[in-house]
Each structure stands twice: as C-alpha cells, then as structure tokens.
C-alpha cells in the first residue's frame, strides 16, 4: 500500500539478506532497497530516504556503527534498526552512538522484528531485552559523568510526568488517556519539552530521559 512503512536491509550476507526483506514485505512494509556495504548503503539511503533501515555489524567494507552513521548523514530523517548476530558490549553501544534507534539480536523471530521495525518508525527505542539494561546502564554512567556541568533545562512537573511516559515508549494518544488530557495537550507538552531540552525529536528525548532516570518512575 501507498502508505506502507520504507524500509531498506543492508547485510552483507545475500541469502539473509534476502530472507529478511522477504519476511518484511510478507509482514506488510515496502521494501524500497537492499545493500550489502557502507557504501552502498549511503548511497541507496541518499536516493531512496527509507522510513527506517534494518543494519547489520559485519558488513562487506566496514560495520554497521560507520553504515548508521553515513546513511544519517544522507537520510536524516531515516531511523537506523540493527538486527545482527553479535550481541557484544561494543557492537551494541557503537551502534547507538553512531545513531541507532535500536539493536536486536538475528535470533529474534519474523514477527519480533516486523513489530521492532514498526515501533521504530514511530520513533520508539526497541532492544532485545538482555541489551536493554546494558545500554540504559551506559546511558546513566555517562549522565553521570555529566552532572558537574551545567544544570539541565527546568521541565514543568506535567512536562516532566509527559516525558517520563515518552521514555516508556506510549503513544501521545496512549499518554493522554493515560493522564486524562486531551491528545492536543500532550503533544504541547512533547514540542515544550523539545524546545526547553533542544532535542529534535522523539528518539533523542527518550534518550534525554534515559540519561537522567526518568525512564523508571513512570507507572
């Protein structure tokens, strides 16, 4: 369908390669491009600006961390999805330092991923669930490397109670019902909290709150 979520698989392995583009346009996603390389994948993003990238570690000129990082640099508007068969410290934070939304493991199954790539075209963090705590450790041990800087912008209490729920990964819709305000009022506070944090959008705000804590106090 016309609508349908645009996606591109880049993994230097052909025949899995193909497997997963297969299961994702099975699952209902437009499969607008496949790469096996850096290179390549910089420049099919540059031409195809895929609604979300599905990025493996072990390329055939590089890794998945320097991929993400060229296909965000020609595709700002894409999210980067690793799906790779190394599940290693390094792999998983180079990956998200480089810009990654989320990291799972190949052996997540079909519809693990369809749903994995789904949330991260909503701009949802996805992870397997043994690599979550490893990167929200990450997340906190660098935020508090941090906390002899400069103070962080003051939220509002219902600024921060939103921001909490965003960090869980609810919908605006999900969020209002949630704490009984109309969708319009939620969404205002999600653009006050980007302007006060200068966060450009949900990814990096679920990231701010990772940073500091917030994540957790959330019901």
Not at 154 to 166: D, F, G, H, K, Q
Not at 188 to 217: C, P, S, W
Request: aromatic fraction near 4%; charge should be negative.
């Amino acid at each position: 369908m016309a609508d349908a979520t645009t996606v591109m698989v880049v993994d230097d392995h052909p025949i899995w390669r193909e497997a997963v583009a297969r299961d994702l346009a099975e699952g209902g996603f437009n499969v607008v491009a496949t790469a096996d390389g850096v290179a390549a994948a910089r420049r099919r993003a540059a031409a195809v600006k895929p609604d979300v990238v599905v990025m493996d570690m072990q390329l055939a000129d590089g890794d998945g961390a320097a991929a993400t990082a060229e296909v965000l640099a020609v595709s700002p508007s894409s999210r980067v999805l690793v799906l790779s068969a190394s599940d290693e410290r390094d792999d998983v934070l180079e990956a998200v330092k480089a810009g990654a939304t989320g990291y799972l493991v190949k052996s997540a199954s079909a519809s693990e991923l369809a749903d994995a790539v789904e949330a991260t075209a909503a701009g949802r963090a996805v992870f397997t669930p043994s690599l979550a705590g490893l990167v929200l450790g990450e997340y906190r041990r660098i935020a508090q490397t941090k906390d002899a800087g400069p103070s962080r912008p003051s939220l509002t209490e219902r600024e921060t109670e939103v921001l909490r729920y965003v960090a869980k990964g609810l919908s605006a819709k999900q969020i209002a019902e949630r704490l009984s305000l109309s969708h319009r009022t939620v969404e205002n506070h999600v653009q006050a909290t980007f302007r006060k944090l200068q966060v450009a959008n949900r990814v990096e705000l679920t990231r701010y709150a990772i940073e500091h804590g917030l994540d957790t106090e959330a019901d």
